[in-house]
C-alpha cells in the first residue's frame, strides 16, 4: 500500500518544518511539499495533486477559508486545519469544518515543537481519517443537501413525556456536517441527547455554540453534572471524557479526565459503556462517519443490555470506519442512512419495532 501524501499550507516556516518533521516521522504518510501561502500552494498543486491538505487558516494574501471554498468547488480534496488554541481561532475553524474540511489539528503559540510531538498519534489519526474520506460526501453535506425537517413518527406530546429515554450518539472524521444534518432537523421536543465528537481541546465549545444558532433544540458542551433532558443536546467537551449517570429518576453527566481510550479522549466507547450502565434498554446508540474502532466495543456492550443500536449505512458516511467495525463485532441491530437518523431519534422505537421496520 503506498504512502498517503500530504502537502502542508502554512505561512510559519518553523510550523511547516516541525509538521513536516513530525508527519514524516509516521509510518505510512510522506510529506511531498509545502507553501507559505495559498497563492504559492495552487500553482505547486497543479503540478501534483497530493492525497490530503494541512491548512492553516490565517495567512496573508489569501486566507484559508476562501482556499478551502475555492478546493471544494474545484478540486475537492481532503483537508485537514491547523488552527491556534484560541477562540477566534476556534470559531474559523467551524466555519471551515462546515465549509468541507474533514478534520481539526491543534497548534499552540509557544513550545511548537514540543506540542507538535506530543499530538504525534492525534496527528496519525486525523491525516489518515483525511485520506479515506469520500468527498462527494462532504460536498453534499457542505452543501446543506436534505436539511428539511422530517414529520416525527410519534406526537409531540408522547415524546416530551418520555424523559427516561436517552440518545448517544458517536462519531469522528465527518462528523461535524453529519452532526449538523441531523440536528438540525430535530424539533425542540427531541429525546435528551449525549455526543461524543472527536475534536481537540478548545473547539467543542464554538461548535456546541455554532449548532445551537442553527438548531430548534438546545446544544451545549456539557458540563459535569448537567441534567440530559428533552430538547437538550450535550456535547462532549474536547480533551476530557463524557459519561452518563443515573440520579434517581434523572440522567446526569459526568465530565472526567483521564487517559485516551481507543486513542481518543473524548472516547465514544467510554460514553456507550456508561449509558450501558446508566440506561440500558431505555437508550439508543447511534454510531456514525469516523475512522477507527472507537465505539466498537461499547456498542456491544450497549446492545448486550437489550438498547436499540444502529449504524450510519456505508453510502452515507464520509468515512466508513467507526460504523463498519461496531457491525463487524455484532454490536449494531442495523444501519440506516445518514438522512433517516433524525426520524429514528424523534420516533424512539424499541428493538423489535425498528428490525421489524427494517426486515433486520
Same mark, same amino acid.
Request: one cysteine or more.
Given at each position: ?28 504518510? #510522506? ?11 495552487? #500553482? ?18 489569501? $486566507?484559508?477559508?476562501?482556499?478551502? *471554498?475555492?478546493?471544494? &468547488? ?20 467551524? =466555519? ?21 510531538? =506530543? ?18 460526501? /462532504? ?24 424523559? $427516561? ?22 424539533? *425542540? ?5 449525549? /455526543? ?23 446544544? #451545549? ?32 453527566? =459526568? /465530565? ?18 456508561? /449509558?450501558?450502565?446508566?440506561?440500558? &434498554? ?10 477507527? $474502532? ?33 457491525? #463487524? ?10 438522512? =433517516? ?10 428493538? &423489535? ?8
Amino acid at each position: 500500500m503506498s504512502d498517503i501524501r500530504v502537502f502542508l499550507v502554512d505561512d510559519s516556516a518553523v510550523v511547516r518544518q516541525v509538521l513536516g518533521s513530525v508527519i514524516d516521522s509516521i509510518p505510512g504518510i #510522506k510529506v511531498i511539499g509545502s507553501a507559505p501561502d495559498p497563492i504559492f500552494a495552487l #500553482k505547486k498543486l497543479e503540478e501534483d495533486w497530493p492525497d490530503v491538505i494541512v491548512l492553516d487558516i490565517e495567512m496573508p494574501r489569501m $486566507d484559508g477559508i476562501t482556499f478551502l *471554498k475555492k478546493l471544494m &468547488k474545484e478540486h475537492p480534496i481532503p483537508v485537514v486545519i491547523c488552527s491556534t488554541l484560541t477562540l477566534k481561532g476556534a470559531e474559523v475553524t467551524m =466555519e471551515a469544518m462546515s465549509a468541507g474540511a474533514v478534520d481539526i489539528l491543534t497548534k499552540p503559540t509557544a513550545n511548537l515543537k514540543g506540542f507538535l510531538q =506530543e499530538s504525534k498519534t492525534l496527528m496519525a489519526n486525523a491525516i489518515k481519517g483525511a485520506a479515506q474520506a469520500k468527498m462527494h460526501r /462532504v460536498s453534499s453535506l457542505s452543501a446543506g443537501v436534505a436539511k428539511q425537517r422530517v414529520k416525527p413518527i410519534l406526537p409531540l406530546k408522547a415524546m416530551a413525556e418520555t424523559t $427516561d429515554r436517552v440518545i448517544a450518539i458517536g462519531t469522528s472524521t465527518g462528523g461535524t456536517q453529519a452532526l449538523e444534518s441531523v440536528l438540525t432537523r430535530l424539533p *425542540k421536543t427531541a429525546p435528551g441527547i449525549v /455526543v461524543v465528537q472527536h475534536m481537540p481541546e478548545a473547539f467543542t465549545a464554538a461548535f456546541a455554540s455554532r449548532l445551537d444558532s442553527i438548531c430548534e433544540v438546545t446544544v #451545549k458542551e456539557a458540563k459535569d453534572n448537567d441534567r440530559v433532558m428533552p430538547g437538550i443536546v450535550l456535547i462532549a467537551p474536547g480533551g476530557m471524557h463524557l459519561l452518563l449517570r443515573r440520579s434517581g429518576a434523572q440522567y446526569r453527566v =459526568e /465530565v472526567k479526565d483521564g487517559p485516551l481510550v481507543t486513542r481518543h479522549k473524548p472516547s465514544v466507547n467510554v460514553l456507550f459503556r456508561s /449509558v450501558a450502565t446508566a440506561a440500558g &434498554k431505555n437508550a439508543i446508540g447511534i454510531i456514525m462517519t469516523g475512522m477507527g $474502532d472507537d465505539g466498537a466495543k461499547g456498542m456491544m456492550e450497549l446492545h448486550e443490555t437489550g438498547a436499540l443500536t444502529v449504524g450510519q449505512d456505508e453510502e452515507s458516511c464520509v468515512v466508513y470506519g467507526m460504523p463498519k467495525e461496531a457491525f #463487524k463485532l455484532g454490536g449494531v441491530d442495523g444501519e440506516i442512512p445518514l438522512s =433517516e437518523i433524525p426520524e429514528l431519534i424523534t420516533s424512539m422505537p424499541s428493538r &423489535k419495532v425498528f428490525l421489524q421496520a427494517n426486515k433486520v
